[in-house]
């Protein structure tokens, strides 16, 4: 697919050529031509065409920003993020929005354009608190200028939604996304791309607030929807299938969602290569899956390899390949390997407040797992003052009826019993268990798991 020339004689073509400005935005449009969309499924082209444009741009003084900016320079940075490659996505698009800023203003179109996908590069690194800012800049100025219904409006109002779920602001990114769905189905259709994605953003929300059937139903539509019209094997459908995995999870549906994220898992490495972070993600998800299936050695093979993978390539603190450390954390607590668990998770800790605060939802719960991992070494006292200090922060930031407040109550419990401090074990875990039961239904797992580990202490 690539035609190569000798260096001097390139450079001989360059420095002979006339009108460079409109040869410039000719190649440009070869370039956008033969650009597959997307261009997962040939890497070896797109890393050959983001080459040629970046090698376009810098020789033609300017050119591409002529007329606005011309879409191969947009291709480049989208094409990064679909490769997974986020710290070069992150150099483009600050390059790309200083030369926009500069060439065409603040308030132009393709400047917001590209501060759009700069907070979507911030989001990917892992800098969630940059990524909310910019894009409710970016957000309040497509509001202003294109008016509240312009598509383009609303695609920034759901990225910046997906940036309020990243930092745990799981009610206020649900309740965007629903309004931003609506307003995209009836604009657009159910059916378009921008449409299909905020759908999936907020099954996704559903399942993380524990709203369990919402997620399924939405889950399944979007997944059917996708295959429809963007294939079967698109990253996007690929990623509402993981997802999708986890809500059956949820739903004690276990066979059903092993089976799919094995599928997915597989797919990934297929699609977008091994070393992808959304194939990495797909793996730690099967990880923590075999964890609960108690498959122990399969979760630890699987989560050191994870961890491995995405220490290098997304960096030791981004909160990916944190959440790995996590997750390979419980499985060698599972294999009691307990002391190990609590030095990994401990580093965690020290690595969430640097970089998201002690109160970030991921922060508390790694806390509360490092409870439990002293509740399994007899530390109890530890664990009762660790868990007590968690359960507040939990009730002020997420609610006394967030899934995880539940949890870590049931756990704070459990401590209590192993102090032999039983009385008061009773007490509280009777009091989850209406909860639960009033909030999660009495069919879900974790209810039932809590109703018969407080029918065993009552009866002993």
């Known amino acids: 697919r690539a ?257 799919l994220e094995e599928q997915v898992a597989a797919e990934r490495v297929q699609v977008l290569g091994a070393a992808h972070p959304e194939t990495l993600r797909a793996q730690g998800n099967l990880a923590v899956s075999y964890w609960q299936l108690r498959r122990t050695n399969d979760a630890i093979t699987f989560g050191e390899i994870v961890t491995t993978d995405t220490t290098r390539l997304l960096g030791p603190e981004h909160p990916q390949t944190l959440t790995a450390y996590v997750n390979l954390a419980a499985a060698y607590a599972q294999a009691e390997r307990v002391e190990e668990a609590i030095t990994l998770l401990r580093e965690v800790i020290a690595s969430r407040t640097r970089a998201q605060h002690t109160e970030h939802p991921e922060t508390l719960r790694a806390r509360a797992n490092l409870a439990v991992y002293y509740a399994q070494t007899k530390r109890a006292a530890e664990a009762i003052n660790l868990l007590g200090e968690v359960v507040a922060d939990m009730e002020r930031i997420l609610g006394t009826e967030h899934p995880d407040t539940l949890t870590a109550r049931a756990n704070l419990a459990l401590s209590y019993a192993l102090a032999k401090r039983a009385a008061e074990a009773i007490n509280l875990l009777g009091e989850v268990v209406a909860d639960m039961e009033r909030i999660l239904g009495a069919e879900d797992p974790d209810t039932m798991a809590a109703q018969a580990m407080l029918q065993a202490w009552t009866d002993r």
Do not use: K
């Open 3 to 259: 035609v190569r020339v000798h260096a001097l004689t390139a450079r001989a073509a360059r420095e002979t050529t006339p009108t460079r400005q409109a040869i410039a935005r000719t190649c440009a449009d070869a370039l956008a031509s033969i650009w597959p969309d997307p261009d997962h499924t040939q890497p070896a082209l797109a890393a050959a065409l983001r080459a040629n444009t970046e090698t376009l741009h810098a020789y033609t003084c300017g050119a591409l920003w002529r007329f606005g900016g011309h879409q191969v320079l947009f291709r480049v940075g989208n094409s990064l993020l679909l490769a997974g490659l986020y710290a070069d996505a992150l150099n483009h698009w600050e390059h790309t929005t200083a030369e926009a800023r500069q060439a065409l203003g603040s308030e132009h179109s393709d400047t917001l354009t590209a501060q759009a996908n700069l907070a979507t590069s911030y989001g990917r690194i892992g800098r969630t608190a940059d990524a909310i800012a910019l894009g409710e800049s970016v957000a309040a100025n497509r509001v202003r200028i294109i008016g509240a219904e312009h598509p383009d409006t609303l695609t920034a109002q759901a990225t910046v939604a997906s940036f309020y779920w990243q930092a745990g602001r799981t009610h206020e990114a649900i309740n965007l996304q629903e309004r931003v769905a609506a307003d995209m189905t009836r604009i657009q259709g159910v059916e378009h791309s921008d449409t299909l994605t905020v759908r999936a953003s907020l099954a996704a929300s559903y399942a993380h607030a524990r709203r369990t059937a919402d997620a399924i139903t939405l889950g399944e539509e979007v997944a059917a929807d996708m295959e429809r019209v963007l294939g079967a094997r698109h990253p996007h459908r690929l990623a509402v299938l993981g997802n999708l995995g986890a809500s059956y999870w949820q739903a004690g549906r276990t066979s059903e969602a092993i089976l």
